[in-house]
């Protein structure tokens, strides 16, 4: 052990002469869970509708007024009137307006005569979001249309009563497991992996070579290295991004402690994986090109950013494997349920014997000769 540590010492020294690469490997995971989680989690608001009223009649009216109701509350749509249909296909054509409401003539007439009154939405599907969230606002007006203007007392119709366990998830709370993740993943790359394979182009690991250190003990020493850098960025990341995100009270201690404990385990075993792909290596731009597909191959199956349950079978044969589904999987119990540790034993457990697997191969495939 003190060969392993004097590795260990070395490489910590060197970590912290670099402030700039710890910096960038903390900036980007923060940056990444801000822009993604306000990009892509908020409702769709202020769509343009053009409303096209051929009828003029009383029902038609009603339509619009519902319609408006959804503009002044929600502000899902912002109303345009249109006197021409033509004009307003050609504005949604053009991109000027998100969806036109077609009233047709004669619409009041079938709906006081109970004779099939229809109106029509005409979106752009270009774009699925404001397709579905214009249908979804004016299936929500055509229905308020539709109900009767007074209530029986007893309903003979099923109903169904949703109950959320858990408060409300905003998207930014749903990205940050994978953002610690992903923060954990990049130290180990850059801290770990791209400075492994530099000292080894410009020939500083030859001085190891003449030394009585053995195979396991110089793999131990990286590993443990790099888990205490990747463990450094995670746990700023964790308390950092919890109060972007607003998780509520990330400083409890047995949460804390159990998030921490999460965090080591899944730097070792990335650790543990970056030196499997890197002990053999010596070309000093490999890892870089490496970065962006493991990125791509480790991040987006894991579950990260959309349900697994979406995935074709290939992704899903991925996803068994790959230790960021079950780092996320961990995380995400903790940080959003604030489960015990019954949730996370089977995540902990893979991670480990992850770890194990692959520093054992790395031990085996690492070479004592230039």
Known sequence: MRRTMAIVEREMRRFRRSPLLIVMSMIFPLAQLVVLGYAFGGNVKHLKLAVVDQDHGVPAVRIRELANAVSSGAHTVDLLDYTDGGTALADLRNGQVNGVLMIPPGFSRRSLQGNDPRVALVSDNTDNFVFASLGATMNSVVAAFNAPPTQSRISTAAGLDVVEIYPYVPYIQYLLPGSITMSI???????????YIDDKARGLHEGYLVTPVTKLELIAGFNLSGTLKAFMAGAV????????????????????????????????????????????????????????????????????????????????????????????HAFKSLLLKNTGFDAIAGDLLYLTVFSAVAMSAATLLFKRTL
Do not use: C
């Open 185 to 195: 993943f990049m130290m180990v790359m850059i801290g770990g992996g791209i400075i």
């Open 237 to 328: 990341i964790t308390i950092v991004g919890s109060y972007i995100a607003g998780v509520p009270n990330p400083l409890e201690p047995l949460r804390l402690l159990r998030t921490f404990l999460v965090v080591g385990t899944t730097a070792f075993a990335l650790i543990s994986l970056m030196f499997l792909l890197m002990v053999r290596v010596s070309d000093p731009l490999a890892p870089r090109a490496m970065f962006g597909l493991l990125n791509t191959v480790l991040y987006f199956p894991s579950g990260a950013v959309y349900p697994q349950q979406g995935f074709p079978g290939w992704m899903h044969v991925i996803a068994k494997i790959d230790p960021f589904t079950y780092a996320v």
